[in-house]
């Protein structure tokens, strides 16, 4: 079955500056690649994912690209604020309604 | 729109005895999946279901966890004779027909004492 690795596992950054947090996958079948942010006792929010039909998509401050020979995608955060501080999860699933396979997380502190 | 609703929010329970989790799916919604987060760990897929039908049980402990999606209601995620290693935050994410976008409700937490 799918296996997702995330890195790193925590990342401090200064305010203002960029972080890039990876994943790699394992099953070459999996074709949607979404990002969770989840802050402590909450809900997983999503808040950008990409489809295997591009390499790249961006939305304000945060964009994901995506390659699909290396088997690998990353989240990049650009501008970065106290509000972006908390766990972020990449996940992979199949064509259709299925199963989302999570990272570990990454917990991302951004320092005043 | 309401987003994904469940309940309780927290829910206490000793050893042996039952847990019933609810979740209510967004309005439009068809398909139902169920997540378990351990403390300080990612997600992991327990279940998914459409209305009256389990499509994929295989994260699901195959011992006392069961689940439903009945016609009418939300669906429950049951846990018999729990154990203090079934403590956890439960998740339930629904999503439209045919798409992959899974949208997450505020999960469960479930302590075993």
């Known amino acids: 079955g799918e296996n997702v690795e995330q890195h790193p596992s925590t990342l401090s950054v200064q305010e203002g500056d960029s972080a890039v947090i990876k994943c790699t996958y394992s099953?070459?079948?999996?074709?949607?690649f979404p990002w969770y942010k989840q802050e402590l006792g909450k809900r997983p929010q999503l808040i950008i994912d990409i489809r295997s039909n591009v390499g790249e998509k961006k939305d304000q401050r945060i964009a994901v690209t995506l390659n699909k020979t290396a088997k690998h995608f990353s989240l990049h955060i650009t501008e970065t604020q106290p509000e972006d501080s908390a766990v972020y999860f990449c996940a992979a699933s199949g064509k259709g309604a299925q199963k989302l396979v999570f990272g570990q997380g990454t917990r991302l502190t951004i320092n005043p | 729109n309401a987003g994904v609703m469940q309940n309780p929010r927290h829910l206490v329970r000793r050893r042996g005895q039952e847990a019933r989790l609810r979740c209510s799916p967004m309005k439009g919604h068809s398909h139902v999946y169920w997540y378990r987060q351990l403390p300080e760990e990612g997600l992991k897929f327990m279940v998914y279901l459409q209305k009256e039908n389990i499509i994929d049980e295989s994260g699901m402990p195959k011992e006392r966890f069961s689940a439903e999606f009945p016609k009418e209601g939300p669906s429950i995620l049951r846990i018999q004779q729990v154990v203090r290693g079934d403590s956890a935050a439960y998740f339930c994410?629904?999503?439209?027909?045919?798409?992959?976008?899974?949208?997450f409700g505020p999960g469960t937490r479930l302590t075993v004492l």
């Open positions: 099953d070459s079948a999996s074709n949607y």
């Open positions: 994410a629904s999503s439209p027909q045919m798409t992959d976008t899974q949208y």
